[in-house]
């Protein structure tokens, strides 16, 4: 289990600087627009350590341990054993 899964909520500064999965450009790309943006803010570079085309694909590395991710508050009906949802704070 990953040492943030049992907090309540984590800061995005916080997310950003774990490994992070994300979606595979062109499919996800207004959404590591977000990200990039976010992390700039907070001079953060993000680290991607997997990508993958498919919402599948993202939880299920994340379910191996391979990095965290950030998904839309509706996604949580995706999420799959392994997986610890948590509400994002500090992000616009």
């Not at 984590?10 to 997310?15: F, S």
């Not at 950003?16 to 977000?34: C, D, K, M, N, Q």
């Not at 350590?49 to 379910?63: H, K, P, R």
């Amino acid at each position: 289990q990953h040492p943030l899964a049992t907090r309540s909520h984590i800061g995005i500064d916080i997310l950003l600087r774990e490994p992070l999965v994300l979606g595979t450009l062109p499919e996800y790309s207004a959404f590591r627009r977000i990200i990039q943006e976010e992390a700039a803010k907070h001079g953060i570079k993000p680290r991607v350590v997997q990508e993958t085309s498919t919402s599948d694909g993202i939880f299920a590395l994340v379910a191996a341990g391979v990095g965290v991710s950030l998904y839309a508050k509706g996604s949580a009906q995706l999420v799959r054993s392994g997986v610890a949802i948590k509400p994002v704070t500090g992000a616009e």
